[in-house]
Antibody, heavy 121, light 106 residues
Framework: QLQLQESGPGLVTPSETLSLTCSVS??????????WAWIRQPPGKGLEWIGS???????YYNPSLESRVTISVDTSKNHFSLRLSSVSAADTAVYFC?????????????WGQGTLVTVSS | SYELTQPPSVSVSPGQTASITCSGD??????ASWYQQKPGQSPVLVIY???RRPSGIPERFSGSKSGNTATLTISGTPAMDEADYYC?????????FGGGTKLTVL
C-alpha cells in the first residue's frame, strides 16, 4: 500500500525559505509511470498545485510560484522535497504531497495527510 | 491562465441525486478528475479520465462530460458524502483545480 508522508517545520519566518520533504513508502519513487507533486491549501480555501517532478529530475511548476519554487528528488532515499523561498503570510497553508498517475489521465491518485505550515514572526 | 469553474455550493436531500458541474475552455479536449475532501482530511480521487472510478470508490459516483462541461454525479446520496468536491484538469503541463463545491446533504 503506497503511503506518502510530509515532514518539515510547521512555522516559518517571513522572508525565509519553507522546506518540506515527502517520504514515499510501499512503492518506488523511480516509477516511470508516475510523477510526484506538491499541492497546497490555504485555510478555508481551495487546492493549488505547486509543481511536479519526475524521478529523472524533470520539473514542472505553477507559473504563479515558479520564481520561488524548487522541487527536487532523491531516489536513493525514496523521497522528494519542496523549497519555497521568500515566504509571506499568503504562503500559510496545508501542504500536501501526492502521486500523479500518468495512466489515469494525470490524476492525483495518492495523497499524503498534509502538513500545516504557518508563516509568522 | 487556465480556469475551471464550479458552483460554490450544491444541496441535495438524502437518497437523491447530486450533480456538480465543472466548466473550462476546451475542457472537452482534456481529461477531468474529481476529488472528494472531508473536513480535516486529504482529498480522495473519486473519478479520473472523465468517467472512470478508482477501485474502492462506490458505484454511486459517476462522471460525464458534454462539450466543455464535466459533471460529477452522486446517486442515492448518503449523508456521509457531504464534503467539498474539486475538479481538476491539465493545461499543457500545468495542473489546474476548480474552486471547489461544498455539497450539503440535508
Amino acid at each position: 500500500q503506497l503511503q506518502l508522508q510530509e515532514s518539515g517545520p510547521g512555522l516559518v519566518t517571513p522572508s525565509e525559505t519553507l522546506s518540506l520533504t515527502c517520504s514515499v513508502s510501499g512503492g518506488s519513487i523511480s516509477s516511470n509511470i508516475h510523477y510526484w507533486a506538491w499541492i497546497r491549501q490555504p485555510p478555508g480555501k481551495g487546492l493549488e498545485w505547486i509543481g511536479s517532478i519526475y524521478y529523472s529530475g524533470t520539473t514542472y511548476y505553477n507559473p504563479s510560484l515558479e520564481s520561488r519554487v524548487t522541487i527536487s528528488v532523491d531516489t536513493s532515499k525514496n523521497h522528494f522535497s519542496l523549497r519555497l523561498s521568500s515566504v509571506s503570510a499568503a504562503d500559510t497553508a496545508v501542504y500536501f504531497c501526492a502521486r500523479r498517475a500518468v495512466a489515469a489521465g494525470g490524476a492525483f491518485d495518492h495523497w499524503g495527510q498534509g502538513t500545516l505550515v504557518t508563516v509568522s514572526s | 491562465s487556465y480556469e475551471l469553474t464550479q458552483p460554490p455550493s450544491v444541496s441535495v436531500s438524502p437518497g437523491q441525486t447530486a450533480s456538480i458541474t465543472c466548466s473550462g475552455d476546451k475542457l472537452g479536449d482534456k481529461f477531468a478528475s474529481w476529488y472528494q475532501q472531508k473536513p480535516g482530511q486529504s482529498p480522495v480521487l473519486v473519478i479520473y479520465q472523465d468517467n472512470r472510478r478508482p477501485s474502492g470508490i462506490p458505484e454511486r459516483f459517476s462522471g460525464s462530460k458534454s462539450g466543455n462541461t464535466a459533471t460529477l454525479t452522486i446517486s442515492g446520496t448518503p449523508a456521509m458524502d457531504e464534503a467539498d468536491y474539486y475538479c481538476q484538469a491539465w493545461d499543457s503541463s500545468i495542473a489546474v483545480f476548480g474552486g471547489g463545491t461544498k455539497l450539503t446533504v440535508l
